[in-house]
Nanobody, 124 residues
Framework: QVQLVESGGGLVQAGASLRLACVASGRTFGWYVTGWFRQKPGTAREFVAGIGWTGQRTSVADSVKDRFTISRDNAKNAAYLQMNNLKSDDTAVYYC?????????????????WGQGTQVTVSS
């Protein structure tokens, strides 16, 4: 079992930056691929970014590619999502997810463990 806790969300103005953190407990986090998703009201969870267990392989959604960066620190059992130049359309609940395996899924179904989410609200 892996437990995930997200933090770092909040209310910011357009153009600001936030850094979300996801801290894992349980099994060795470093062997798991990790993803960030977001969910807006009335919509399905949307892939934002993913990172392989070494940190060398990453994938970022085209919609945020020039503004968001994913990273991880296995020594701290943590993964991060750096979000710059935030826009009102980025407003959502952001979830951290992780799963064991060689692939880097871009769909929610590909992840086994999920955090409780952290709200990000961007005012224009």
């Amino acid at each position: 079992q892996v437990q995930l806790v997200e933090s770092g969300g909040g209310l910011v103005q357009a153009g600001a930056s936030l850094r979300l953190a996801c801290v894992a407990s349980g099994r060795t986090f470093g062997w798991y691929v990790t993803g960030w998703f977001r969910q807006k009201p009335g919509t399905a969870r949307e892939f934002v970014a993913g990172i392989g267990w070494t940190g060398q392989r990453t994938s970022v959604a085209d919609s945020v590619k020039d503004r968001f960066t994913i990273s991880r620190d296995n020594a701290k059992n943590a993964a991060y999502l750096q979000m710059n130049n935030l826009k009102s359309d980025d407003t959502a609940v952001y979830y951290c997810a992780t799963t064991y395996g060689p692939n880097l899924p871009q769909s929610a179904e590909g992840y086994r463990y999920w955090g409780q989410g952290t709200q990000v609200t961007v005012s224009s």
